[in-house]
């Protein structure tokens, strides 16, 4: 008997209704449900894979490839369970299917009409994501705001779902209620016009979350129950807070699983048990010792303002792994092209504990990365690659190590004489037919770990499986160069020959991975990788 809660947002974007969905979720099954989370992307794109960062912040991946959104990351973490491709949903995907049954006479000669058969496979896919996980409950979150054309029909799927089984749908709507500085007072009549909007969408909702900077007040919970017709009971608060992981305890302060639970009609399976969570939330807002990390990369800024969505996973592991040690994160963001323009600034790179080169994409900023990584070799600083990062680390070493002064990677100069890195001959097909959605190597793959390497100390196993998402491989041709030199192939898959982890003798800490450690971090079992770059960087 699965139960569907519906999470929307209105007002604007950006006030954490993936965070708000995911605590809701961790409530539900910390009263001992199974419960999973699916997210409704509204946009046209067949999944996040082709976007750019800055556009769309991080692509999360699931161990079976999906390239989907930063919010499944939020679910896999707080729920600690792994997502699949059934659990995102976009307008591109539903599209796709329904015209790709229409052209397979799936529909039997009837006329397809948007409505209902668009939001009938979004019902579907919402079911199938349930029934796949025997989930008790399902959270599903619709992206975007209440009142956009976008979501319209996501919206619409909700209200079908209700109008058939009302007693298992349940609707959140996620506000936010400013305070402008002017007036100093909280306002809600934003939220009134939202749940106007909502309505006009013939939904009313069962539950108000306010979003706001502080703590709602009893005048404005008045005002809200009465203006959007919605008991006192069912609109709890959700002020600003110092860490996300914060909220799902904030949200029990006002006893949002047993309301939920209370409006289904059904009892927790046992006692809400949160005390793990809550005591790494309490070292998250204590820890005074800092570790300060320098992550060097380029996805940052917009206009005037600086975004580190696009490294969003990444945060999340150093802080799950700072927590860990009983230490608070300090995380600096350093642009890595002011390198190239000026590499002697490279030596502010002493004042940080330890340096990690993220995942990226394209030739911008890679000059001021490989400096950044030839500074951290030379002076003992610990460097964490990933992904990109451990693709520059080789280059870098490749030139100034082994002296092959044209080492490149081929995404960076098509006819480099020393493809270090190199794209293997499917990638290449693949490419040359521009086929870039959904064709990189994506999702967990299997590699084996070197005995006595840092990796090894730090797994603790031999065999381990990461996720993965990029297109360009180190060149098995140039392996024996690279160990002669003394680099370490601390990982290999196997089946394929590809390296996937390389180290460097002599060094605090030099580890860089092929696949994205940070995907798999979670706030109660950090990245073992992660884990041994931090010690690293205390012990600095
Ligand atoms: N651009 C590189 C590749 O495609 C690395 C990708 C990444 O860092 N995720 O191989």
Redesign the pocket.
């Known amino acids: 008997m699965t139960r569907y809660i519906f999470v929307a947002g209105g007002v604007m974007s950006g006030i954490g209704k993936g965070v708000a969905t995911a605590s809701i979720g961790k409530i539900l099954q910390s009263m001992g449900f199974k419960v999973t989370a699916s997210k409704i992307d509204p946009y046209v794109n067949v999944d996040a894979g082709t976007m750019n960062p800055i556009e769309h912040g991080e692509v999360f991946v699931t161990d079976d490839g999906t390239e989907s959104d930063q919010d499944l990351g939020n679910y896999e973490r707080f729920l600690d369970e792994n997502l699949s491709t059934d659990n995102y949903i976009t307008t591109g995907r539903v599209y796709q299917a329904v015209i790709n049954r229409e052209r397979n006479l799936g529909y039997n000669g009837k006329c397809v009409e948007v409505v209902p058969d668009i939001p009938n496979e979004v019902i579907f896919r919402i079911k199938k994501a349930a029934k796949k996980t025997e989930a008790d409950f399902i959270l599903i979150e619709i992206g975007g705001t209440v009142g956009e054309y976008q979501n319209m029909l996501f919206l619409e799927a909700a209200r079908m779902m209700k109008l058939k089984d009302p007693k298992r749908v349940f609707f959140i709507l996620v506000s936010y209620l400013p305070v402008p500085s002017i007036i100093g007072e909280m306002k809600t009549k934003p939220t009134q016009y939202a749940v106007r909007t909502l309505n006009t969408a013939g939904i009313q909702p069962d539950m108000i979350l306010a979003r706001s900077a502080v703590a709602l007040d009893e005048p404005r919970k008045q005002k809200i129950s009465v203006f959007c017709n919605i008991s006192k009971n069912d609109i709890i608060s959700a002020p600003d807070i110092e860490s996300i992981y914060e909220v799902p305890l904030n949200f029990q302060k006002d006893d949002l699983g047993k309301r939920i639970l209370k409006k289904f009609g059904i009892k927790p399976k046992r006692k809400s048990d949160l005390r793990d969570w809550a005591k790494m939330v309490n070292i998250a807002k204590t820890a005074k010792e800092p570790v300060k990390i320098g992550i060097v990369g380029k996805y940052f800024e917009t206009g005037k303002f600086v975004l580190k969505d696009s490294y969003i996973s990444v945060i999340e592991a150093i802080k799950h792994s700072c927590w860990a040690c009983n230490r608070k994160p300090e995380i600096h963001w350093i642009n890595a092209e002011q390198y190239e323009k000026n590499p002697k600034k490279v030596i502010e790179l002493k004042k940080y504990d330890g340096i990690i080169v ?5 030739s911008r900023g890679v000059g001021g990365k490989i400096k950044a990584i030839q500074f951290c070799r030379e002076n003992n600083i610990p460097f964490f690659g ?4 451990l ?1 520059m680390a080789v280059i870098e070493f490749a030139r100034n190590v082994c002296k092959i002064k044209d080492a490149n990677s081929v ?1 960076i100069s098509l006819n480099c004489k020393s493809p270090i ?1 190199d794209v293997m001959p499917d990638q290449k097909a693949l490419l040359k037919e521009k086929k870039y959605g959904a064709t ?1 190597r994506l999702g967990v793959y299997d590699c084996k770990i070197k005995p006595k390497t840092k990796s090894f100390q730090a797994y603790g196993l031999l065999n381990i499986s990461e996720r993965h ?5 180190l060149n098995n041709a140039f392996r024996g160069v690279l160990e002669e030199h003394g680099m370490i192939m601390a990982g290999v898959n196997t089946e394929r020959d590809l390296v996937e982890i390389i180290e460097l003798k002599n060094h605090p800490f030099f580890v860089a991975t092929q696949f ?1 450690p940070e995907l798999k971090s979670r706030p109660l079992n950090p990245h073992p990788l992660f884990k041994a770059f931090v010690k690293a960087c205390i012990k600095k």
């Open positions: 993220p995942g990226g994409f394209g990933l992904c990109y990062g693709q995404e890195i990189m998402r990029h297109r360009y491989e994205h």
